[in-house]
Nanobody
Framework: QVQLVESGGGLVQAGDSLRLACAAAGRTFSTYAMGWFRQAPGKEREFVAAVSWSGSRTLYTDSVKGRFTISRDNAKNNVYLQMNSLKPEDTAVYYC???????????????WGQGTQVTVSS
């Protein structure tokens, strides 16, 4: 089992950058694939990015490719989401999650953090 806590959200202007962090508690962190999801008001929670347990493979949804970078540090039990060139449509609550499978499928993620708000003004 793993407990997840996100941080780093905030209010920024379009074009700015933010770095989200997710701290994991649990000795098995390095055995999980990790993902970032987001949920805007009135919308379904959607996949943003995923990283394999080793960090060697990454997946992104099309709308963030070239702007966002997911990474992990297994020694520190952390996963990160570097977000550059932010747009108002990136506004959402961002969640990190852990899965036994390297996948963009939300249903495959068993463990979730509480979320951190990212607001991008135009």
């Amino acid at each position: 089992q793993v407990q997840l806590v996100e941080s780093g959200g905030g209010l920024v202007q379009a074009g700015d950058s933010l770095r989200l962090a997710c701290a994991a508690a649990g000795r098995t962190f390095s055995t999980y694939a990790m993902g970032w999801f987001r949920q805007a008001p009135g919308k379904e929670r959607e996949f943003v990015a995923a990283v394999s347990w080793s960090g060697s493979r990454t997946l992104y949804t099309d709308s963030v490719k070239g702007r966002f970078t997911i990474s992990r540090d297994n020694a520190k039990n952390n996963v990160y989401l570097q977000m550059n060139s932010l747009k108002p449509e990136d506004t959402a609550v961002y969640y990190c999650a852990a899965s036994s499978n390297y996948t963009p499928q939300r249903a495959e993620y068993a463990y979730w953090g509480q979320g951190t708000q990212v607001t991008v003004s135009s």
